[in-house]
């Protein structure tokens, strides 16, 4: 993993690093939403043919900062992804690139609290569920958890709704979410050890008698635990290619020497060539030298 910083004045940074990656994941900060800085990033990223998976960061802040309502937050969170899927449409080369459309429900979008530690895309949540009612199959529920779908508790069905408050994503996902943090902030340090049990999550006694903000971190960093990193590189694993995949891409883009020598780094031998593509060079404090950034 590459971090490049997101500030517009370091966008050279970015640039730099994109040729030497096989795929992008961009953070948005849901409060903020889809800003200019955004556009610039994902078009970036498209100009390089790769592949971007979005993080809907921040999402302790719609419930202890704004203190915004679960049907709220879930709308400007579909308004974010709309947002994207039309700067998808209005690129120019649209249909050369790999990337179609944003979705929770694709697993491309996910949504996360890196201040809080936790991470979740729908499938891994229906996954959580499944932790707790054996007949429920993660895959299948995962589908329902994004859109105009609600869930009709008499006959136990999904079904298209026009009203979208009443949203499986808000029923199923915000607001035992929401919940969560209520209950965490407000139950009595006696009281906590039985609401921790109903999670499955153990904490030590120490634990138990830390502030509500560690606290929070804590048990949410357990409940999630699964979730957190299983999101993550599923969506890696679903939409950026492996190193020697991307390997093509990276030699036909940027590489202008002959076509033997070109033909032999593709097929990637560990007997062949041996070739670093450089895309900056970065001095050291005295300007005697410089360091060469690229990948072998």
């Given at each position: 993993?590459?971090?490049?910083?997101?500030?517009?004045?370091?966008?050279?940074?970015?640039?730099?690093?994109?040729?030497?990656?096989?795929?992008?994941?961009?953070?948005?900060?849901?409060?903020?939403?889809?800003?200019?800085?955004?556009?610039?990033?994902?078009?970036l990223a498209m100009d390089h043919q790769l592949p971007i998976v979005i993080v809907l960061n921040k999402?302790?802040?719609?419930?202890?900062?704004?203190?915004?309502?679960?049907?709220?937050?879930?709308?400007?969170?579909?308004?974010?992804?709309?947002?994207?899927?039309?700067?998808?449409?209005?690129?120019?080369?649209?249909?050369?690139?790999?990337?179609?459309?944003?979705?929770?429900?694709?697993?491309?979008?996910?949504?996360?609290?890196?201040?809080?530690?936790?991470?979740?895309?729908?499938?891994?949540?229906?996954?959580?569920?499944?932790?707790?009612?054996?007949?429920?199959?993660?895959?299948?529920?995962?589908?329902?958890?994004?859109?105009?779908?609600?869930?009709?508790?008499?006959?136990?069905?999904?079904?298209?709704?026009?009203?979208?408050?009443?949203?499986?994503?808000?029923?199923?996902?915000?607001?035992?979410?929401?919940?969560?943090?209520?209950?965490?902030?407000?139950?009595?340090?006696e009281h906590l050890p039985l609401l921790l049990k109903l999670l499955k999550v153990k904490l030590s006694?120490?634990?138990?008698?830390?502030?509500?903000?560690?606290?929070?971190?804590?048990?949410?960093?357990?409940?999630?635990?699964?979730?957190?990193?299983?999101?993550?590189?599923?969506?890696?694993?679903?939409?950026?290619?492996?190193?020697?995949?991307?390997?093509?891409?990276?030699?036909?883009?940027?590489?202008?020497?002959?076509?033997?020598?070109?033909?032999?780094?593709?097929?990637?031998?560990?007997?062949?060539?041996?070739?670093?593509?450089?895309?900056?060079?970065?001095?050291?404090?005295?300007?005697?030298?410089?360091?060469?950034?690229?990948?072998?």
């Open positions: 993993l590459m971090d490049t910083p997101g500030h517009t004045q370091l966008l050279d940074e970015v640039d730099a690093s994109l040729p030497l990656v096989d795929g992008v994941m961009i953070l948005i900060d849901v409060v903020e939403g889809v800003t200019k800085q955004t556009e610039k990033l994902i078009y999402m302790d802040r719609f419930i202890l900062e704004l203190k915004v309502p679960p049907q709220e937050a879930y709308h400007k969170l579909r308004y974010i992804v709309a947002e994207l899927n039309q700067l998808l449409k209005g690129y120019p080369k649209r249909h050369d690139h790999p990337q179609q459309r944003f979705s929770p429900a694709l697993g491309n979008v996910l949504f996360a609290s890196t201040l809080m530690g936790w991470c979740f895309s729908t499938f891994t949540f229906a996954r959580i569920y499944s932790r707790y009612y054996n007949h429920i199959n993660a895959t299948t529920f995962s589908k329902a958890l994004w859109g105009p779908i609600k869930y009709l508790e008499e006959s136990g069905r999904f079904q298209k709704t026009q009203d979208e408050s009443e949203s499986t994503f808000i029923t199923f996902i915000l607001e035992p979410l929401y919940k969560m943090y209520a209950h965490l902030v407000g139950t009595e340090i006694k120490k634990e138990l008698k830390l502030n509500i903000k560690p606290l929070l971190n804590r048990v949410l960093r357990e409940f999630f635990a699964d979730s957190s990193t299983g999101s993550i590189v599923e969506a890696m694993n679903m939409y950026i290619p492996s190193v020697k995949d991307g390997i093509p891409r990276i030699v036909n883009n940027y590489y202008t020497g002959n076509d033997d020598k070109k033909q032999e780094l593709i097929r990637g031998h560990t007997d062949g060539p041996l070739s670093i593509y450089i895309t900056k060079l970065y001095h050291e404090k005295q300007c005697k030298r410089f360091y060469a950034f690229g990948r072998v």
